[in-house]
């Protein structure tokens, strides 16, 4: 019977040393976090003869462009963009109010706005590019492209 109750009084205290375990608060992970890439380019601010304004154009086919950007946790950023070269830059990020600015190391800096509709997340550069774009043999039309990058 000594036995026993030697048993109970030790799975009892066992069982309190376990139940004892701190709580970890998690702090929720930024919906930035992870790995963006080029998805298209969105366009504005050409004529009006043609008919480009708000087509989205695939940018690696046009202009052999591909661009990632690798956004961590620990608030530091990896962007890599692809043309004829590779060019990898580093910097820093934050986020506020579905607003992400990138603080490159070199010293410049983007700004993006975060969207997320049903489970399409996009991050889409703040401010407009100019670009041009043929419109015939021997024409051009100048106008703006905004990159728009897709988790």
Avoid: H
Wanted: glycine share 6%; hydrophobic share 35%.
């Amino acid at each position: 019977m000594k036995r026993y109750v030697y048993v109970l009084c030790l799975m009892a205290s066992l069982w309190g040393l376990t139940s004892c375990n701190k709580t970890d608060t998690v702090t929720p992970v930024s919906p930035i976090v992870g790995r963006w890439e080029l998805s298209r380019g969105l366009l504005s601010g050409f004529p009006a003869a043609t008919n480009f304004n708000g087509a989205a154009i695939d940018l690696y086919y046009f202009e052999s462009v591909g661009s990632t950007i690798d956004i961590y946790s620990d608030n530091t950023f990896n962007s890599t963009f692809k043309n004829v070269t590779v060019d990898d830059a580093a910097g820093t990020w934050t986020f506020d109010n579905n607003n992400l600015t990138l603080k490159y190391d070199s010293g410049d800096e983007e700004k993006y706005t975060y969207a997320k509709n049903k489970n399409i997340e996009e991050l889409a550069l703040t401010g407009p590019i100019s670009y041009t774009l043929p419109v015939s043999a021997t024409a051009t039309a100048v106008g703006n492209v905004q990159l728009i990058y897709r988790k």
